[in-house]
């Protein structure tokens, strides 16, 4: 039977809509009302909050649990301390990513881990002789993310912890009168927190924030507002913009953390004696610069694009476009459709005002300002619209990282 | 000889493969006769109405090895051909835990999880193993044989390419596909997956028809061979056919005929006749002779190389390997009709449960016991059970309301130590019904008829020698290289003009189609 999560029953009447769909076998929302924008637009401009607790969450503890963490994570887990967490990565042993996740050190032998897929198998059958317990606690909590420039007011009026808490760091505190674990991170690249809740607690928490949260306008949002979210902060999502290489069948399907735009998590790799699982690999990676394609972004042309549409008859699509899906990039030249790579998730960013997209290039397609041709579709004709490389994250506040937020 | 009627090609034995050789005999242009010695198609595939309004599945009862080409090539879809999916698969024991599949991936996680939280990861990455090796294997299905002990240079070429194959396969996909090949189911689920009723499910594939458990080294094989169907276009899925497996060889059979073939049934078929060393017709059981340049035997090896033609005429190397070709029929059949569906408790009212295989064998151990009773010449006391309720999908396999319920049986020894099947057929019927009666209690009070169909009546019925389903094991020494015997595994016979198309030959048994599509490239081949 589909599964709900703790907070299932207060967010039940809050959708408009009455879609669900399902995540990870758990009840969730497209929506919870009939404008995904406006939906996104809270995050960007008041507070939102969601339900992420359908995440997979594992506890690691044990006096090997910080050498176990730094031989199966490709970052250096010995850089996260006690109060603080870590966006890391796992890889195989041929240096491909398998998953990203939050990891938190909530004491000097204790680690919290959020997956997008099951891993304890996979954890545990490393972790065999260490001296190390790894335990699924996915249905003991339910987790919140309260996101956006008024995400602090809110949580603030709950606890005084929250005020003085870093970008990346965490606090256990008291909500409501129930223990919560607060971390200011998310997936919206706003300012924002995920708050952890036992889930017998659950509800009280969900009603105390709620209410914090009416006077700044606080907006439950569902899977697509996040998703406009996710990539104007340019955050790769697993299935989506790349593939967990233990379920790939082939290399072509797999890729690398430099290939994900991962590699500044290597920065220190000289000076990190660690032997964690994909290092030959990634050391070779980067000795031989075999990398395949960088991970960038992508500014669509906007006259090219109106142009094509103006041409075929038609108003210029915008609102609504969001494919998270592949789409083909040609090289610029007068040879036609010279292939160079993809994009992974392309859209429509109100904010931006502009279509933007996550896109695979090869090395010399790279440069900020290179030009390269985007295949879309106008009425049922494959055409190519005139992009730009750009950084990523298309958007990227200084509250989300600012001190005193 | 010239008033005798005259085809281009005879097929013996209007099952499956039969049918399938011949339509593609037919497509090619040849003028093609199937001969069916009982009163109507379908060998092993067909579906009776003992009783007004309930169809049985007497023999087989579900269809996903049948090759996808032939689906296209013979153009079944025109022809009626119908597969409907099963959403479900339940897997239960007598203590009331069961686990219940589907198609919904985190649906399957939490069901297994409920078990096992480290299997129901397992699964995903034991599936991804499969997908694989059944990626990697699906090829060998399609193609004829290599001949390795042939000097012929083009068929040392042929064993070259297929060697020069399986050597640029991934290593670890060599490695499982030798492990599937040469060892037990058990001992690779016991790589992934801990829990004793995860693992039982996960077996019951590993010893359809065959005397072997899933701790038996032949388990791999048999297990591989079962997964390696599709529905769809997914690997290891199955589908009911429309009106049963009955139904799908009707469709064979129309899709012959509008190919231009004919069917004659009631008509046995006597010997094949040679002339000159070469096949040049057959004589019915009534006497009469009809000539053919081709003569196709869908028949199992011993009947192809011992009945059909003289095996003295047979180089004594073959016939002794024919010999030598185990049967050893171990499954069978118990239908039932039922007023109402069976009751599991705590799901009371749950149709769905039953829309896919329902299957009694709950751990490796369980199964494992009752393979002991075979090898001791005895039915197992507490039987393996693969039940179908076909009606809670089709409903006209039953009166509205009614069921009609297969269940495929194991095991039950061709050669019983102490009896014989003649004695033993109801005893069968009461240890099949009251295991069922266990698992779902009340199921006594809904039965209204009992068919019981052991290996003795396979044998005397289909003709399949001692009732093997596959007619001959599926084990490694009889598979591939071998099937039906070294030297002999590309569907022709050392009789020219006389060809073998039935299970017996490559790919294998299940209703597949596979040997009766290759040994029709073969013959169109050989004509040039």
Known sequence: ?405 | MSKNRKYDAIVIGGGHNGLVNGGYLAKAGLDVLVLEKRPFIGGAAITEELIPGFKFTTFSYALSLIRPDIVQDLNLAEHGMMTLPMPNGFHANAEGEYILLGDDHYQNYHEIARHSIEDAEAYDDYAHMLGRVQHAMKPLMDRVPPNPYSDDPADQADMAEFNEYMEGLEPDVQEMIQRFYTGSIADILDDYFESDLVKGYMSSSSIIGTMCSPRSKESGLVYLLHVMGERDGIFGEWGFHKEGNGGFTKVLRRAFEALGGTVECDVGVEKVIEENGKAVGVQLDTGEVISADVVVSSLDPRRTFMQLVDPATMPSELIGAIEAFKFQGSASKVNFALSDLPTFPGLEGRTDIFQGFTNIGPTIEYLEEAFQDALEGRISKRPFIDGCIQSTIDPDMAPAGKHIMSCFVMYTPYHLAESNWDTERETLGDIVQNTLNDIFPGFHDIVLHREVVTPLDIERVVGITEGNIFQGELFASQMFFNRPAPGWNQYRTPLSGYYQCGSGNHPGGCVMGGPGKLAAQQILKDRG
Not at chain 1, 30 to 51: G, I, K
Not at chain 1, 83 to 89: M, S
């Open chain 1, 1 to 405: 039977m589909v599964k709900r999560t703790p907070f299932h029953e207060r967010l039940e009447p809050l959708n408009q809509p009455e879609i669900w769909e399902h995540w990870a076998g758990y009840l969730a929302a497209p929506r919870y009302q009939y404008s995904d924008l406006a939906e996104y637009y809270s995050t960007r401009n008041a507070v939102s909050l969601f339900d992420t607790s359908p995440l997979f969450k594992y506890k690691f503890s044990g006096p090997d649990a910080e050498a176990f963490l730094s031989r199966v994570l490709a970052r250096d887990i010995r850089k996260c301390r006690v109060g603080q967490a870590q966006y890391t990565i796992w890889c195989n042993e041929a240096g491909y990513v398998m998953e990203d996740g939050v990891i938190m050190r909530v004491s000097a032998d204790e680690y919290w881990l959020t997956t997008a897929e099951p891993n304890l198998r996979y954890f545990r059958k490393l972790a065999k002789g260490a001296n190390v317990t790894i335990e699924d606690i996915s249905t003991q909590y339910g987790v919140l993310a309260i996101q956006g420039p008024h995400s602090l007011s809110t949580l603030g009026q709950l606890s005084d912890d929250i005020a003085e808490l870093r970008f990346f760091r965490l606090t256990q505190t008291k909500m409501a009168g129930v223990d919560v674990t607060v971390s200011r991170t998310g997936f919206t690249g706003d300012l924002g927190y995920e708050i952890w809740v036992a889930a017998d607690d659950a509800l009280t928490l969900f009603d105390a924030i709620w209410e914090a949260g009416k006077g700044y306008n606080m907006t439950a949002i569902g899977s697509a507002a996040l998703s406009i979210a996710r990539i104007e902060a340019g955050l790769l999502l697993i299935d989506v913009d790349f593939h967990n290489a233990r379920f790939a069948w082939t290399d072509a399907q797999r890729e690398t953390p430099y290939e994900l735009g991962w590699g500044w998590m290597f920065k220190k790799l000289h000076s990190d004696d660690r032997d964690f699982i994909g290092r030959a690999a990634i050391e070779k990676e980067i000795a031989t610069g075999s990398s395949r394609w960088k991970t960038v972004g992508l500014a669509v042309d906007w006259r090219d694009y109106d142009r094509l549409h103006r041409e075929a008859g038609i108003m210029t699509p915008k609102e609504g476009v969001l494919v998270q899906d592949t789409m083909s990039i040609y090289r610029r030249s007068d040879i036609p459709w010279q292939y160079a790579g993809y994009a992974s998730s392309f859209m429509w960013s109100s904010l931006k005002k502009q279509h933007v997209a996550i896109a695979k290039l090869p090395f010399d397609l790279c440069e900020p300002g290179t030009e390269v041709d985007l295949e879309i579709s106008v009425i049922r004709q494959p055409q190519y619209v005139l992009s730009r490389v750009v950084e990523l994250p298309f958007f990227n506040p200084a509250r989300k990282t600012a001190r005193q937020a």
